[in-house]
Each structure stands twice: as C-alpha cells, then as structure tokens.
Nanobody, 126 residues
Framework: QVQLVESGGGLVQPGGSLRLSCAASGRTFSGVTMGWFRQAPGKDREFVAAMWRGTGRTYYADSVKGRFTISRDSAKNTVYLQMNSLKPEDTAVYYC???????????????????WGQGTQVTVSS
C-alpha cells in the first residue's frame, strides 16, 4: 500500500523558516514526479513546488519562488520543502503528492497526482 506522510508543520512568526518532510512507503518514488500543494481555508488547493522525475528539475509557483526549495533524498525515499521568509499568506495545510504518470503540462494540476499525504498545517503569525 502506497503511503505518503508529511511532517514538520507548525506555528512560525513572519520571516521565519520551516522544513516539511514527506516520507514515502509502499514503493520507490525516486523515478516519480513529486509535488507540494497547499490549501488555505475557503480556497482551492494550489500548486507550490514540484520536482520532475528523472532530471530532478524543480518548478515553483511565482508566490514562493526564491523563498521555498524542494529537494529529495532518494535513499530515504523522502521529499522536503524548505520554506524561508515565511509570510502570513503562506498559512495553509500543505500536502505532498506523487504523480507517477503525469506529463509535464500537468505539473501544476492537483488532479494529475495519484497519491496524497494527509497534510500538515503551517501557520505564519505573530
């Protein structure tokens, strides 16, 4: 059974940092496109970042570019999202997702991802 488990969320002050982790089990995700999405109350789930399978090229939403970094440790079957210079508008539940079959044009579409974690809350507030 494929499972993705996020951790690392919490409460942080504006300007602070958090690192989210997404541990995968049930299969190897080293050759799979991995993404991070977030959903704030009353809003749709939105793309945050992704790492393309194979090349490892990374993609970011404009709102987080330069502040967030996605990375992976294949030996640990874990994907990370380093979040720096956090803003109140980054407050949301963050989800990791795996898309074994998606194509590049679908990278930012949550419906193209097959596997999802349960989410971890990130709150940015003073």
């Amino acid at each position: 059974q494929v499972q993705l488990v996020e951790s690392g969320g919490g409460l942080v002050q504006p300007g602070g940092s958090l690192r989210l982790s997404c541990a995968a089990s049930g299969r190897t995700f080293s050759g799979v496109t991995m993404g991070w999405f977030r959903q704030a109350p009353g809003k749709d789930r939105e793309f945050v970042a992704a790492m393309w399978r194979g090349t490892g090229r990374t993609y970011y939403a404009d709102s987080v570019k330069g502040r967030f970094t996605i990375s992976r440790d294949s030996a640990k079957n874990t994907v990370y999202l380093q979040m720096n210079s956090l803003k109140p508008e980054d407050t949301a539940v963050y989800y990791c997702a795996a898309g074994p079959t998606l194509i590049l044009s679908q990278l930012r579409n949550p419906d193209a991802y097959n596997y999802w974690g349960q989410g971890t809350q990130v709150t940015v507030s003073s």
